[in-house]
């Protein structure tokens, strides 16, 4: 069974950090484009970040850049996405996710070329 499973989200002040972990059982992450999605109440769904399996090349969206490190753990099939200097406009859940294709090359995530999903960890940054 494919499957991707999310944990490290929680309560946080701002400035605060996290790290969010995503296990992946059934595929190898490896062979996949991974991003980080989330979505805030009464908002779409907004891609955060992605790696490319092909030359470990990333994307930040700008309202993230310099503050989130999206990483793979090849030996532990985990992706994580480091979350510092946390803002209160981060709060969301927040999800991963791998691409439909093996190697597919991916630059800001789209949600349509994503097919398999963890179930969402909520981040809150509130003081």
């Known amino acids: 069974q494919v499957q991707l499973v999310e944990s490290g989200g929680g309560l946080v002040q701002p400035g605060g950090s996290l790290r969010l972990s995503c296990i992946a059982s059934g595929l190898s992450l490896e062979y996949y484009g991974l991003g980080w999605f989330r979505q805030a109440p009464g908002k779409e769904r907004e891609g955060v970040s992605s790696?490319?399996?092909?030359?470990?090349?990333?994307f930040y969206a700008d309202s993230v850049k310099g503050r989130f490190t999206i990483s793979r753990d090849g030996a532990k099939n985990t992706m994580y996405l480091q979350m510092n200097n946390l803002k209160p406009e981060d709060t969301a859940v927040y999800y991963c996710?791998?691409?439909?294709?093996?190697?597919?090359?991916?630059?800001?995530?789209?949600?349509?070329?994503?097919?398999?999903w963890g179930q969402g960890t909520q981040v809150t940054v509130s003081s």
């Open positions: 790696l490319n399996s092909n030359d470990g090349s990333t």
């Open positions: 996710a791998t691409t439909k294709n093996r190697r597919a090359k991916i630059g800001a995530p789209r949600a349509e070329d994503f097919g398999v």
